[in-house]
């Protein structure tokens, strides 16, 4: 029984190792392979706690290539400002220059009857030309500061020599209207007589000179055309020199 037990197992061994029948005859044999697959590796958390520095490998330093710049101009980018819309052109008034500070004359109109009662006359005067003084009769007056000879004085009617001729006429003298009476002698001027007034007095006045006649009489008349009549409560009394 014992060679028939040894010669079974032998049987049974060999028939182990043949190789299987597939399905269509062929008998396919399996390669080994020269390296076993490892099973999957679980994830593994570092613990912070138990890493040294000699456990950490140190990071391998590479150098990096050097950058290169080019030279390019540099410009400036402006943002564009909206444009305002333009203010119109102002109209400014013509400038006034500054008028002089004139000064006054008050006096007893010379037409007492034909002026009504409580009035004297007034005129304006530039004080840079004229300045208030006497005339040879001893009347207030004013004098030309650079035409000695010419002078404005209250003046009444009087004679004159009979080689002298009178040239009369009537006109304004600015808002005043005057009688104008032009006194020659041997066709040279020798005098004017200005007789007006406002309606409430009515005065005259005498320019008298002996050169410079025309400049004389312009600025004469500058003064006569402020004539105007005032309250003699009003009135400035007169400041002799």
């Known amino acids: 029984m014992r060679p028939f037990a040894i010669g079974l197992l032998v049987i049974l061994f060999l028939t182990s190792c043949a190789p299987q029948p597939q399905s269509n005859g062929a008998v396919v044999q399996t390669a080994p392979t020269s390296q076993s697959v490892s099973p999957a590796l679980a994830p593994q958390t570092l613990d912070t706690a138990t890493t040294t520095p000699s456990d950490t490998p140190e990071p391998a330093f590479t150098s990096s290539p050097t950058a290169t710049f080019t030279s390019e101009p540099f410009a400036l ?25 004139l000064q006054i004359w008050d006096g007893v109109p010379t037409y007492l009857a034909d002026s009504q009662p409580g009035f004297d006359f007034r005129v304006r005067f530039d004080p840079d030309v004229w300045a208030l003084t006497t005339d040879q009769f001893g009347f207030p007056a004013l004098g030309h500061r650079s035409i000695p000879t ?36 041997n066709d040279v001027k020798q005098f004017v007589n200005y007789t007006g007034g406002d309606g409430t007095i009515l005065t005259a ?20 055309a402020t004539l105007t009549s005032v309250p003699v409560s009003q009135a400035t009394p007169t400041a002799m020199p």
């Open 77 to 101: 980018q402006f943002t564009p400002v909206p444009t305002e819309t333009a203010l119109p052109t102002l109209e400014l008034p013509t400038q006034v220059p500054n008028q002089k500070t």
């Open 150 to 185: 010419c002078i404005i004085s209250p003046a009444s009617g009087r004679g004159l020599p009979p080689n002298v001729t009178v040239v009369q006429e009537v006109r304004k003298v600015g808002t005043v209207r005057y009688q104008i009476s032009t006194a020659y002698l």
């Open 205 to 224: 006045f005498q320019v008298s000179f002996q050169d410079q006649a025309d400049q004389c009489i312009s600025d004469a008349e500058t003064v006569l």
